[in-house]
């Protein structure tokens, strides 16, 4: 098949709405994955808003472990997004053949090469004010730049790259979402309904990116235990068990992990880290071979059949603190008061916006009123934001998709 000067060779995926080929290009030696959509389908349906707010935020974002746009086609039956080719596949796939080749989950090593990766990806695209909101291990692909390292399944020389940016949303002037989206096996407590003491009547929380943080959370415990963080019969069992707050790591565990994952899996978004801050999490940051044992006296009531019993509801267990005068990252066992670290930058910036008033910046598509509702972005509104962009030559906005 072809299109333009793109040549659409094999499927390499098939999703829920779209197909993906291998693609090469005239004249040019890369290769490249396109998302073939069903116009007929598309045209008629919501799924239109989505096609368009993943072109829009695939051109803004720029960053080694985001997936790079291309291109964009159209035909008389399909539509075209042409990416970046990832010959690494999902990272689901590569956690279920390593399992199957050595009978274990990723050791720590390789998870703090993912998630050194991974955290980097979220802090760019949260200081961009977007938020994915549907983030797992099937939406994480691996790229090796050398055949060898693929054709040996040497993953310590594989590269995160994020895709499917097509739930991703602006974060809003109230900083909060509402919107039911996500993957169901990473079901953030933030999508939970939460009821009045007084009142009892039950209202939806409100979510932000901390709902990623917690989904990055499930992504880290999946590939560190071989499932998932809160593996569920069905949606009402899932609830239960998320509600619930409680999960559990081996004993086994370095300090540094248990710490980390604690840091996201909070049940409460404010008690979890935001991206910036994780970035200098000790398990980000510190060589694995200093990495420590967890203290078993200190933690001796929660043990029980050799696994660590965590809650994240409760403020009783592995906390990660911030020295405020050095910014040097700390760590503390059961007990501890959390103390929401904030750096001089983020002080910086919560001023900013406290004393100037001004809404964020948004991102998202141009559209009608029903797009906006899921976006929130106008065409007058997507000039500026071309404006803001610091490669305006990495935006181009067909015609076609602006009018739709």
Known sequence: MKIDNYLLETCIGIGAFS???L???KDDPNKYATKVYDR????????????????????YLNHPNIVKFQDVKKSKRHYYIIMEYCNGGELSKALEKYINKYGKPFPEELVQHFMKQIISAFKYIHEKKIIHRYINLDNILLHFENE??????????????????????????TGLQYTVLGSPINLHPDLLKTTNSSTKKTKQLGYNEKADIWSIGAICYEMVIGKPVYDAEDMDDLIEKVENGSYEVPISMSYELVS?????????SENRLTASQLSRHDFIVKDIKDFKKIDLQKVSSKIKDDKLKMNTIKNKTIWSIFN????????????SKFIKPIDENEKLELEKNKNIGVELPSHGIPGNPKEQEITGM???????FVKEVNEPEYICY???LLDG
């Not at 919501?46 to 707010?53: A, H």
């Not at 040996?152 to 940016?165: A, E, G």
């Not at 980390?260 to 409460?268: C, D, E, P, S």
């Not at 106008?378 to 000039?383: F, R, Y």
Request: charged residues 35%; aromatic residues 10%.
């Open 148 to 173: 060898e390292d693929l054709k040996n399944f040497d993953l310590m020389k594989s590269t995160v790259k994020i895709i499917d940016f097509g739930f991703a949303c602006k974060i809003s002037k």
């Open 23 to 25: 693609t090469s290009k």
């Open 324 to 335: 405020d005068d050095s910014q040097k990252l700390l760590t503390s066992i059961d007990g």
């Open 19 to 21: 197909k993906t080929y």
């Open 398 to 400: 067909p015609e076609w």
């Open 260 to 268: 980390f994952l604690n840091a996201m899996l909070q049940y409460n």
């Open 40 to 59: 007929e389908e598309i045209d008629k349906s919501e799924r239109m808003n989505y096609l368009r707010n993943e072109i829009t935020i695939l051109q």
């Open 378 to 384: 106008t065409k007058d509104e997507i000039q500026q």
